[in-house]
């Protein structure tokens, strides 16, 4: 079977935006106010002392005080044992430990579980997800991605994508891509299982934004497999046209080594997997192993270095019967 | 100017509830490389800044120096300048990316002089903030190429073609808060380069070392008797040269600046050196090269020019201390022009040249409000009497 059968080739076209279309801040603080929504900003965190306080600051100042699109920005932390939390309270924003919200429930720790728990602490109808280790951070990485939210009816999802990007219309070609575990992972799975999603050109990004609505009936992985599985779930639930791309620019973060990148593939995989099986889209014969082993040359002997991800999913936010009366929520 | 004066320690905690603002400013603005030469990004987020914040006029000049005009009320003032270099010593192979932590901003330029631009841009948010307004036009100036051989030639330029007089003008340097220049020291920056061809090796008998041979040269510098009246020095500032340990250097290079509060006296001690390189050149049968980067001349005000007193009248409202040198900077530019100026400094900090020099954020908001006082003693005449 050809790609080309499935592609919905349009989407890249109609659903791809630049941050520059969106810079015009006073008709979004509009347009957000005439649909009388509200707007929360969540940044995970985890030991993020360099960054933390520069991302809280530029938005506040940009799109708190000086144009009010942003009704909150909440920090949710994974026990930092650095200066993160204290930091970025002493810059005004709204601080959690992951660990104090939703006490009663298991606890785990992950980067996907402070993103669910945010959706309980968070007021607002938008949610943005940023990332807190964006050295080149300006606020543009905020209000292109409540763009589209905000101006067009039909788009409930945006996500970011950065740098080398993409080639839309004759002449004007520029590499397309991601990182490394985009190239050598997601976009081969994309290929060979959902074609269309290849158009997403970062989906790993850690950047992105949607509507509530979307967000609380979506299971999330605790690791990282959770920006996957939401491009998955969107898709599944409510198609490609819902969900739109923007160009930020330039994304400049910290360098993951070789290894480190290999356990983020190996959680990535898995998830990806572990959604097909649950779309009953494919079948295994046996349980998949849940531990990624690499190897450390110590003295002279080969000693396996193991990583082990149980894989736990948090479910829908919608079906936690404290999220539904905090939100006077039904199932 | 008593009213003045006294409004300026509740400015203070006004100018600090923004502070967010100015902090952003400072990295956005910061964080875009801006090598001499090479300031067209940064000058392109500097006008960005300021068009977003509603200036009047936001232009730039023949020479694209970057330049913001808030109106006055009065249609016969002259303007008043207030002017921060754009330009920095750092590559745009350098990260520029700040770290900002409770009390301080760390990066590359940081302290020359990203906080100086940074506050430069606030300043139209800071005066609606104060609810100020003043009679004069004023003048907000990003000026490219200050630095190193840049020779000033951004502000040069844009002195020399504005067309009206100028009521007097503020220079915005990072560091140190505290520090007053209102006079500034003639000045030659000069190179010398040794080159030894490296195919000629018949010529010599023992083969010269090019840094053995600058040290002959320090050394002959060193000798020269250099008076106490005109005040003057030589300051020996930069030295490279050479490949590995284990070669005789064929390549290096001395830079140093004469200074002098008399124009004579700088132009005297440039012609000895000029006269040491030459000699030793001949001795050593080398290529040995004086090269001028910049230069400026003495000017000054006096210390009790009215300027001058109110502007220490504005540090000691804000329990500054300061503290008075000369600046070879845009200052000198605007007082060979006879156009009465200060440099001020922003905030405190440390490793000032270094890739990660640190700027404390809490004096900078006393740093803004005595900029702010000064603008406001000139704008109700304190050049206007001489």
Request: with cysteine; charged share 25%.
């Amino acid at each position: 079977m050809t790609a080309g059968c499935v592609m919905k080739s349009s989407w890249l076209e109609k659903n791809t935006f630049h941050y520059s279309e969106f810079n015009d801040l006073g008709r979004l603080v509009e347009e957000k106010q005439r649909k009388n929504l509200t707007i929360s900003l969540c940044l995970p965190t985890l030991n993020e002392e360099k960054t933390i306080a520069k991302e809280i600051l530029i938005m506040k100042s940009e799109l708190m005080t000086r144009y009010p699109l942003l009704d909150e920005i909440v920090v949710i932390d994974s026990e930092s044992t650095d200066k993160t939390r204290e930091i970025a309270r002493s810059f005004g924003a709204d601080v959690y430990k992951a660990t104090e919200i939703l006490p009663a429930l298991e606890q785990f720790k992950g980067k996907g579980e402070n993103l669910w728990k945010a959706l309980y602490v968070t007021k607002g109808d938008i949610i943005v997800y940023l990332d807190a280790d964006i050295k080149n951070i300006h606020h543009r990485f905020v209000y292109a991605l409540i763009g589209p939210l905000i101006l067009f009816d039909n788009i409930k999802y945006v996500k970011a994508f950065y740098d080398r990007p993409i080639a839309i219309g004759k002449s004007k070609i520029r590499p397309t891509g991601g990182g490394r575990v985009t190239e050598l992972v997601i976009r081969p799975l994309f290929s060979l299982f959902f074609p269309e999603l290849t158009q997403i050109l970062q989906p790993l990004s850690g950047e992105y934004a949607g509507f509530r609505e979307i967000f609380e009936v979506i299971p999330f992985p605790i690791g990282y497999g959770v920006e996957t599985s939401m491009i998955l779930d969107i898709y599944g639930k409510w198609g490609l046209d819902v969900i739109a791309q923007v160009d930020l620019d330039r994304r400049i973060h910290r360098n993951q080594d070789t290894r480190a990148l290999g356990k983020m593939a190996f959680v990535i995989i898995m998830t990806f997997i572990n959604r097909k099986i649950k779309l009953g889209l494919i079948d295994l014969k046996e349980d998949l192993f849940n531990e990624m082993i690499q190897y450390n040359l110590v003295k002279n002997e080969y000693k396996p270095d193991i990583f082990q991800i149980q894989g736990h999913e948090r479910p829908p936010i919608i079906e936690i019967p404290a999220y539904r009366d905090k939100f006077n929520k039904s199932l | 100017m008593d009213s003045h004066l006294d409004k300026l320690p509740a400015f203070v905690d006004t100018i600090e509830s923004i502070k967010e603002m100015i902090i952003t400013n400072i990295v956005l603005i910061g964080q875009v490389p801006s090598p001499t030469f090479k300031e067209k990004r940064r000058t392109s987020v500097f006008m960005e800044r300021l068009a977003d914040f509603h200036v009047d006029e936001c232009t730039t000049d023949g020479y694209r120096n970057p330049i913001g005009v808030i109106k006055g009320t009065s249609e016969t003032k002259p303007p008043i300048f207030v002017v921060a270099h754009l330009d920095t010593n750092w590559g745009a192979d350098i990260d520029h990316y700040y770290t900002i932590k409770e009390n301080s901003i760390t990066g590359a330029g940081v302290m020359e002089n990203s906080i100086g631009v940074g506050v430069l841009v606030s300043l139209p948010e800071i005066f609606r903030k104060l609810n100020l307004s003043f009679k004069s036009d004023i003048v907000l100036a990003g000026v490219i190429q200050s630095l190193g051989r840049g020779n000033l030639r951004g502000i040069r330029h844009l002195l020399k073609t504005w067309a009206t007089p100028i009521r007097g003008a503020v220079c915005i340097e990072s560091y140190d808060l505290g520090r007053i220049n209102y006079y500034a020291d003639g000045m030659i920056r000069c190179e010398v380069d040794c080159n030894i061809s490296a195919n000629n090796e018949w010529e010599h008998k023992f083969k010269p070392n090019a840094i053995l041979i600058l040290n002959e040269v320090i050394n002959q510098i060193l000798k020269l008797s250099l008076p106490q009246r005109p005040r003057s020095r030589v300051i020996i500032g930069k030295i490279s040269g050479g490949f590995k340990h284990g070669t005789i250097a064929l390549d290096a290079k001395l830079g140093f600046e004469i200074q002098s509060n008399s124009d004579k006296m700088v132009k005297s001690i440039f012609n000895n050196i000029k006269d040491i390189v030459e000699g030793i050149g001949h001795e050593y049968e080398v290529e040995l090269k004086l090269k001028t980067l910049s230069n400026i001349s003495a000017a000054r005000i006096k210390f009790n020019h009215p300027l001058v007193k109110s502007t220490v009248d504005v540090m000691r409202k804000l329990d500054l201390t300061p503290i008075s040198e000369p600046s070879e900077s845009e200052l000198s530019i605007f007082l060979s022009r006879k156009i009465p100026a200060v440099t001020l400094g922003i905030t405190h900090g440390e490793k000032h040249q270094h890739i990660k020099a640190v700027a404390e954020i809490e004096p900078m908001f006393k740093g803004i409000a005595q900029i702010i006082g000064v603008i406001m003693a000139i704008d109700s005449g304190v050049c206007d009497e001489e």
